[in-house]
């Protein structure tokens, strides 16, 4: 009875009220940090996958998926504890369980799946532990909700169903991911497709002479095709008894042509196509399917009558740019894969409409029913005695777990919706409803339909884009003409310490230029720039500086010359089209070096070396002077100073001083030279073999535009 019990002493009181609120604390700054992390992944997420694959999106990821589990069991497993010793009212219960289903619904759509190839050994999709911790989180707020220990019997049974069917629509959704990966992996619309479109390719290639037309690669459609397994691959039969339901580029082209009321009026979606098929093609690349080098000669060929028939550079690097885009969705993206087909779109657009409206009307619900204000979590009285007044002692704040809960009911309705928005915006989408207005005569002969595809392929999100318009600057060499550059917080914290930072600037369309004019005369041969030496007249005496065989001592060698000659006109504002180019190009290079130096035909540890060794020696050598920008004469004098120096600063400073006697001399237009040597010298590099340093760079989003059209 209690009033057999003693009156509880002050001593008493303050060691209750000190074990029960320790509880309470612990769990508010876990819920806090872990909603934190959980928005994180939010923002990252909708950001594209060449962010996620940063350093600090890893980082988040990695914590928020290490320490969900930990935090989410002891949080729960929380509540009621220390009523074993004290008669409690919670408040905060069902605020927790809300919490935790939303915490989990965010990790699964952060968690990436794609369709893998066979042959590929990357694997990309939903693991067994996200399933399981999904089902250890719907079990958890099944057992906790069963024994109803939360007090606001008003909108209890209401929150009870709206989590339960929030934990139900979670693990719908990570079910509906191992169904679309293992979809995907059997689909010859993605799995299986490089091995069958390297098969239809080879069978066309082999029943053509040299003098046919090049067969137009596929746009889509070749999954409904009858399809047969042979030694090399697989291959469409019965061609002639088709459906027409294979899209190809010529077909999509010949509609265009006839003055289609949708693609002749937009001719970027018909380059979207072009996109698409060529991204089919350069994945064989990735696999490493066999490629004949009949094969290769005459899609070299095809690339030329149609990607640089018109020369226009902006038409080129913006196809380049959304052919490696979607080569970068297929790897690192869940889009391909999820939304396959004609049932999978629907299944998740469902399950993302629904947890919205659970999500908007469990916040709702509570935001009514609780201001947050001067709430306590818990009401408890102890049992060992008696509180005069008989009155419960209240502890925590329930702030921590109403904001925390709308924080995330807020963070998960954005997420989900950008879901969806995210493929209703997607190059994906526009292929796949392009192709089925070319498959389907009635589609093009109604007016609505133009109307609703025309303003549906118009959507996209701009601030999302894989294939960055920039390219990295960084120069051994600063000339007087350029200024210090005013840097910004974000800059100082995360730019290189030393005074070489890498800028990023927009890739001029003088650049642009400049390499698919080289592209287009090198007939399928490249060279470090022996042929733009060997072409402009002055080959036999500047040849010696190609000679060797490191193409990063080549870059270094001609990246200080090239800065020589720049600064022997620094006081010149005009800036021709020649010297641009050759200054961005080589400035370029010299990033390439510096940020991804895996890219560059050499050893990557040989790259980082020479760039290290030279920067050094160079850095020293123009530290006499105590300033970072110098002139010509002052270059030419610092850099020849010291007898021991690296042998490619003194070879830089040789072929500095001799373009600058054949420029001064007014015979030969040295920045056209230099120009075309390093639009020969992008390609050369662009062609590294190194496919797992590529696909990485892609992920990054490190490549750029400049150097994937060059690849």
Not at 94 to 116: E, K
Not at 342 to 361: G, R
Not at 415 to 435: G, M, R
Request: charged share 20%.
């Amino acid at each position: 009875m209690d009033n057999d019990k003693p009156v509880c002493r002050r001593d008493e009181i303050r060691n209750f009220q000190h074990a029960l609120n320790a509880v309470l604390w612990r769990n508010n700054v876990l819920m806090v940090m872990n909603s934190t992390l959980v928005a994180s992944m939010v923002v990252v997420g909708a950001t594209g996958w060449r962010y996620r694959h940063s350093m600090v999106a890893r980082f988040i990821s990695l914590g928020a998926t290490t320490l969900f589990l930990p935090i989410v069991s002891y949080v729960v497993s929380s509540i009621g504890s220390g009523n074993w010793k004290a008669d409690c009212q919670d408040s905060y219960v069902f605020l927790i369980l809300t919490w935790t289903v939303l915490v989990q619904t965010i990790g699964i759509n952060f968690s990436g799946i794609a369709a893998v190839n066979d042959g590929d050994s990357q694997k990309l999709g939903p693991s067994i532990e996200l399933l399981a911790r999904t089902l250890w989180t719907s079990y958890l707020v099944v057992y906790y909700y069963s024994n109803n220990t939360f007090s606001d019997d008003d909108i209890g049974p209401f929150l009870s169903a709206s989590t339960f069917a929030l934990s139900v629509l979670s693990f719908v959704k990570i079910t509906l991911k191992f169904f679309a990966l293992e979809k995907a992996r059997r689909s010859f619309a993605l799995g299986r497709n490089t091995r069958l479109v390297a098969g239809f390719m080879e069978q066309l290639h082999s029943r053509q002479s040299e003098d046919e037309p090049i067969p137009p690669p596929i746009v889509m459609g070749e999954e409904k095709q009858q399809i047969e397994e042979r030694p090399h691959g697989y291959v469409i039969i019965n061609r002639a008894v088709t459906n027409g339901s294979l899209v190809t580029t010529d077909r999509v082209w010949q509609l265009a042509s006839t003055g289609d009321v949708l693609l002749a009026s937009r001719p970027q979606l018909k380059e979207l196509c072009l996109s698409f098929a060529l991204f089919k093609l350069l994945r064989r690349r990735f696999v490493k399917c066999r490629i004949p080098e009949s094969a290769s000669t005459r899609a070299f060929n095809f690339l030329q009558d149609v990607l640089l028939g018109d020369g226009d550079p902006d038409r080129i690097f913006r196809v380049v740019a959304d052919e490696v885009s979607f080569l970068g969705d297929s790897y690192y993206s869940s889009l391909p894969a999820c939304y396959f087909g004609k049932l999978l779109p629907v299944l998740n657009i469902t399950v993302s409409l629904s947890i919205v409206t659970f999500c908007l009307a469990s916040g709702v619900v509570i935001g009514a029913f609780f201001d947050g204000a001067g709430e306590d979590q818990r009401n408890c009285r102890p049992l060992s005695c008696t509180v005069l007044g008989d009155y419960y002692v209240g502890f925590g704040s329930l702030n921590f777990n109403y904001y925390s809960t709308l924080f995330l009911l807020v963070a998960t309705i954005l997420s989900e919706a950008w879901d969806v928005a995210s493929y209703i915006c997607s190059n994906w989408l526009k292929v796949a409803l392009i192709c089925s207005y070319v498959t389907h005569a009635s589609w093009q002969q109604s007016p609505r339909v133009h109307r609703w595809l025309g303003g549906l392929l118009k959507l996209r999100i701009k601030w999302v884009n894989s294939c960055s318009d920039e390219m990295g600057q960084v120069s051994l060499l600063a000339p007087a003409r350029r200024q210090p550059k005013t840097w910004s917080l974000r800059q100082k914290l995360f730019c290189f310490s030393d005074h070489r930072r890498v800028q990023h600037v927009k890739v001029p369309r003088e650049v642009k230029a400049a390499i698919v004019e080289a592209l287009i005369g090198s007939n399928e041969s490249l060279s470090s720039g022996l042929v733009a030496l060997q072409n402009s007249g002055i080959g036999d005496a500047v040849l010696w500086a190609i000679q060797g065989e490191s193409t990063s001592d080549v870059i270094l060698v001609w990246h200080i010359a090239t800065s020589i000659v720049d600064s022997r006109h620094a006081a010149s504002t005009s800036s021709s089209v020649d010297r641009t180019v050759a200054t961005c190009i080589s400035q370029y290079c010299l990033y390439l070096m510096k940020a991804a130096p895996e890219l560059l035909p050499d050893d990557k540890a040989w790259s980082k070396k020479r760039y290290k060794e030279v920067g050094e020696e160079v850095r020293h050598l123009l530290s006499v002077r105590r300033c970072r920008w110098v002139n010509y004469g002052q270059m030419i004098e610092l850099l020849g100073e010291s007898s021991g120096q690296d042998e490619v600063v003194k070879n830089g400073v040789r072929l500095g001083k001799q373009l600058v006697e054949l420029q001064d001399g007014g015979t030969v237009p040295i920045w056209g030279v230099l120009a075309r040597f390093w639009s020969e010298m992008i390609l050369c590099v662009a062609s590294s073999d190194n496919l797992k340093a590529h696909r990485e760079a892609i992920a990054r989003g490190s490549s750029g535009r400049i150097r994937n059209a060059a690849a």
